[in-house]
């Protein structure tokens, strides 16, 4: 990096500005450890072929003879060197034979530049020294108590643990080299050549050490020239070939290497061949063995690894300025840029804090700050080399971190939380470089839409809350970040609950436990990511929210029925909501949109709606339950007259469930039974209805009673007196009814005592529903979720439906008792009797005594509610059942203008039987309903001419032209008035006159008796058809 050798800033560091923004703890003391390899964190910086065979220890003497070799002069003086804090490139330095030498004494502890720019500690603060450090320095590196003061070269031998033989070796041998060779660059020397060739077994303490050292320098040279070339070889090339031959060949057995030896002049032929290529094909002054890539990487890694104290590793020197700048003089054989130096100084310093047990806070800092100079050369830097060993570093240093931070909850505490912002600052940082200045995407979209640190900070929170989640969920009873006494709890509800399909109780100490996390999150870790995320805390407990809404959404589902547990849990779910949402509003108080990205986030868990629909769900259980029994208990009601003063036992039952509903919903263990509560009438209402319903199916109607309209007809002039003497001839036209009268009357259920009994239960059913509204409001004052305003609104307190079908059903019922009794029980007395052959002799006294017996016993039947109401029906059917005869009875029927006199003296014993001398209806009722019977009397007095007049008037008024040539034949309307022309004509077929007979053979040839019809049209007749029929005509 740039600025190891620039004038810096004393006194400031990463380190001193982040701590300000970390939480306060106590600082850890040092601890001295021993360096072990991160066997999780292979280098980046790429790994040697396996055919290299090389070991760090290998590497690391090769690496320092590269660094005795930068640092000696182009001359044969003792080697030399002199410091130049100023110059970035080796080729800046002078060589001056006064200048101090790598023997100078480093006697002095001044402050390193280095170290204070990083905020790094000094090493040995107590019993250890790092070497260097002279006896009185107390605050200089020291390698204990020394009587001689240490040189660099000296320092740096023992700091890559290099012996003093074989580093008296190869200064001898660097010694030999540069006399022979005198004015050359060091870079145009293959230094492994040159000591095989200048150090001789004499030189070695024996063989095997000698063919040790002779086979690494070997594998060295293939390595650098054969392995791992700076350009790429050709596979044809002779000299590679060559090379590998004589490399192989000496690895079994060692070779001679005096200077005239035959195989190493060859091997030294072909190497500086290799050694000297360009990327042009020439040849080149400077020769290439130790700068290809990855080897230049991990023998400059090696270099960089000296400058930390051996004795306490997590210390970096206080020479390191001085290693630093003779390091430096490397990079010309090693290949090393500026660049190079810092993306690999800051792998080193980051290695360096994961291998030493991450105690040291000031390496994380110093990498961080280190990666400050790497992002500036990452966005300057187009060379692919640098390029791929850069996304190669940071991604294992990102990787690294974000395996931490990605389950934060499990890897800080607050024994370690001090080591989280610096691992968060470096994680960031790497991530950045990775994102803004090698992904091809972010250069595709604009930078405003890309904010990496707020990204990965938002990652990490909702993995590490998900990850924190799932070990506290009910499901992972294995795991848990929480303490143990809350397990122990959670544990001993889960054994309570383990033969239930769904642990409740469990659910509900989970919602505590994350509301604990939540506050821990808050308290803890989003102070500090808050550096990098505004809306930390916001994020987290949406995140939470989000993971609890799945579990309680799962609960809910599975539950069927509400029970004090589920309550439980639910109202746990309910303020841990309301924890979550305060949290997330307190975040987001600096918020440009106050928030309301961070609640879209947090659907609600309606833990309320959630008990409401279980409510709703007992509700619907207890409706389905009550309409079964309903089905049940009415096929078995009997509907005897004589039993609970008359009216049905199952309405008691009835009305029995609905209060043991209502005390059983009163005592649910809810907050919201007002809310709820025009649910449960609803049901009510609707299986009241339901039994209503039920209880007039079948009863029929009006329609179901009242007979088929004959054809019309015109009478036979004197057939009256044809038949007199004999025995009355059977009506060709045998009244007709609807089918459903043969069921009625084969069913004792439906005779009339028995459908007084369901008019009287379903008058008793309508007078208990305001019984049962009063207990509701009773009910309602003693709940203690009731408020004032739920009084308020009475509607959603009442039954609207069963009412209104109670007085539907009694009216229908009513009906169907009057038009029964009167054209089915009567019938044979009315239909079949009134009137049949001549008038006088067939009048209505038979009917009205029967249908006195029959008000009699309704009268003594039926609830006095209702008992007017019926005889009205009665008195109404019976006044369309006279009025049927007059008009409708068929050809057995036959009236002269003499007869009205007995018609109208009928209608009136008719009208005093239902007055009954003022103790019967009110003679303003009985007017009322016999309008149209007085309004139609009249026409049977009226002579036949004037009645065919008026027919034909009314006719044309009714049809207009259309209607002069022909007169249509009117259609039955049901509707009689005197004004109508069915009704006229009516009146005119059952005339007993020659001019009614003739105008009704001419104007519509109308038959004199009916003919037998074919079965289609008995099918209509029976299915209720009303209307004229007409049969062929003779």
Request: aromatic share 6%.
């Amino acid at each position: 990096m740039a600025h190891l050798f620039r004038d810096l800033s004393l006194g400031h560091s990463k380190r001193e500005s982040a701590a300000a923004a970390a939480t306060s703890v106590p600082s850890k003391p040092t601890i001295t450890t021993t360096t072990r390899p991160a066997a999780d964190l292979p280098s980046p910086l790429g790994q040697l072929s396996d055919s290299a065979q090389l070991t760090d220890s290998d590497l690391r003497l090769t690496a320092y003879e590269i660094f005795v070799a930068a640092c000696r002069t182009s001359s044969g003086k003792p080697l030399t060197f002199v410091p130049s804090s100023n110059s970035d490139s080796p080729t800046n330095h002078s060589h001056s034979p006064s200048s101090p030498a790598l023997q100078r004494s480093l006697t002095s502890a001044a402050a390193s530049k280095v170290k204070k720019a990083f905020g790094l500690k000094s090493p040995g603060s107590g019993s250890k020294k790092s070497p260097g450090s002279g006896s009185g320095s107390g605050s200089g590196s020291g390698l204990g108590k020394s009587k001689k003061a240490l040189t660099v070269g000296e320092l740096m031998r023992i700091q890559m643990k290099v012996s003093e033989a074989m580093d008296s070796r190869v200064r001898r041998a660097l010694l030999r080299i540069a006399a022979g060779q005198v004015g050359r660059r060091i870079e145009s020397v293959v230094v492994p050549l040159e000591l095989l060739q200048q150090l001789k077994l004499s030189d070695f303490t024996d063989s095997q050490e000698y063919d040790a050292w002779q086979k690494r320098t070997l594998k060295v040279l293939e390595a650098g020239l054969l392995l791992h070339p700076r350009l790429p070889l050709d596979r044809a090339q002779n000299a590679a070939q060559r090379v590998r031959q004589i490399i192989h060949g000496a690895l079994g057995r060692p070779i001679e290497t005096g200077r005239n030896n035959e195989s190493l002049q060859v091997l030294r032929s072909a190497v500086m061949t290799l050694a000297s290529r360009s990327i042009d094909g020439s040849l080149t002054e400077s020769c290439h063995w130790a700068d290809g890539f990855p080897l230049n990487l991990r023998l400059y890694e090696m270099l960089l690894e000296a400058c930390f104290d051996v004795n306490d590793e997590t210390s970096m020197l206080d020479e390191v300025d001085e290693l630093m700048e003779h390091i430096k003089k490397t990079w010309g054989i090693l290949g090393i840029n500026q660049v190079f130096h810092n993306i690999c100084f800051t792998w080193v310093l980051f290695h360096r804090f994961v291998a030493t047990g991450q105690v040291e806070m000031d390496l994380i800092y110093a990498a961080d700050s280190q990666l400050e100079e790497v992002a500036k050369d990452a966005k300057t830097t187009k060379d692919p080399e640098y390029s791929e060993v850069l996304s190669s570093t940071l991604t294992s240093i990102m990787g690294w971190a974000e395996k931490r931070l990605l389950a934060y909850h499990e890897t800080f505490d607050s024994d370690n939380i001090e080591t989280m912002q610096g691992i968060v600052s470096l994680g960031v940082a790497a991530a950045k470089i990775l994102v803004e200045d090698i992904s091809n995407e972010y250069r595709r979209r604009r930078k405003s839409e890309v904010n990496v640190a707020r990204d990965r900070i938002d990652t990490y929170i909702r993995s590490s809350l998900r990850t924190a989640f799932a070990q506290a969920s009910p499901y992972y009873p294995s795991l848990s970040v929480f303490s143990m006494r809350r397990m122990e709890q959670a544990d001993s509800s889960r054994r309570a609950s383990k033969n239930q399909p769904n642990p409740l109780p469990v659910l509900a100490i989970l919602a505590k436990d994350v509301g604990e996390l939540a506050v821990k999150e808050k308290r803890m870790f989003s102070p500090i990511l808050k550096r990098w995320h505004p809306f930390a805390a916001g994020v987290a407990v949406a995140t939470l929210h989000v993971c609890y809404g799945n579990e309680i959404k799962q609960f809910i589902s599975g539950i069927t029925e509400l029970t004090p547990d589920a309550v439980q849990v639910l109202r746990a779910a309910d303020k841990l909501e309301k924890d979550l949402v305060q949290i997330a509003v307190e975040d987001s108080v600096e918020c440009d949109d106050g928030g309301k990205a961070i609640i879209r986030e947090m659907p609600p868990f309606e833990a309320e709606a959630a008990i409401a629909n279980l409510v709703k769900m007992w509700i619907r259980t207890r409706v389905d339950r009550l309409k079964e029994w309903v089905d049940r208990n009415l096929q078995q009601e009997v509907w005897n007259p004589q039993e609970n003063e008359g009216y049905a036992p199952s309405a008691v039952e009835v009305l029995r469930i609905f209060d043991e509903t209502l005390e059983a919903y009163f005592r649910l263990p809810i907050p919201m039974h007002p809310s709820l509560l025009p649910d449960l009438i609803a049901g009510l209402d609707r299986c009241l209805q339901y039994y209503i319903t039920k209880a007039k199916s079948g009863c029929g109607s009006r329609n179901t009673f009242v007979p088929t309209m004959p054809a019309l007809t015109r009478c036979s002039i004197g057939s009256k007196f044809q038949g007199f003497g004999k025995k009355k001839e059977k009506s060709p036209n045998p009244p007709r009814r609807n089918s459903q009268v043969a069921t009625l009357n084969g069913d004792n259920s439906f005779g009339v005592p028995q459908l007084c009994v369901r008019i009287n239960t379903l008058q008793q059913i309508r007078s208990e529903i305001e019984v049962v509204e009063k207990r509701v409001i009773t009910h309602l004052r003693n709940s203690e979720s009731a408020q004032v305003e739920d009084f308020s609104n009475g509607l959603e307190k009442k039954f609207e439906l069963s009412p209104a079908a109670c007085v539907e059903g009694i009216q229908q019922l009513c009906e169907a008792v009057a038009y029964k009794i009167v054209f089915h029980d009567l019938s044979n007395v009315l239909w079949d009797g009134l009137y049949v052959g001549e008038a006088s002799s067939s009048r209505i006294d038979p009917f009205l005594q029967e249908l006195e017996k029959n008000l009699l016993i309704i009268s003594n039947t039926l609830h006095e509610r209702v008992r007017t109401r019926i005889i009205t029906d009665i008195m109404r059917a019976s006044l369309d059942g006279f009025l049927l005869v007059l008009l409708a009875g068929g050809p057995s029927r036959a009236f002269s203008r003499q007869d009205s006199q007995i018609i109208e003296d009928d209608y009136k014993s008719l009208k005093d039987l239902f007055w009954a001398n003022g103790d019967g209806l009110p003679s303003e009722l009985i007017d009322k309903f016999s309008t149209t019977v007085r309004g139609v009397l009249p026409l049977f007095r009226t002579d036949t001419e004037s009645l065919i007049e008026r027919f034909r008037r009314v006719t044309l008024e009714t049809y207009g032209s259309s209607a002069r040539s022909k007169l249509p034949l009117p259609p039955t309307s049901g509707q009689w008035n005197p004004t109508e022309p069915n009704t006229l004509l009516r009146v005119l077929c059952y005339r007993n006159d020659d001019a009614a007979s003739k105008f009704l053979k001419k104007t519509y040839n109308l038959p004199k008796k009916l003919k037998e019809v074919g079965l289609p049209l008995k099918v209509a007749l029976l299915n209720g058809v009303v209307g004229d029929i007409l049969v062929d005509r003779p």
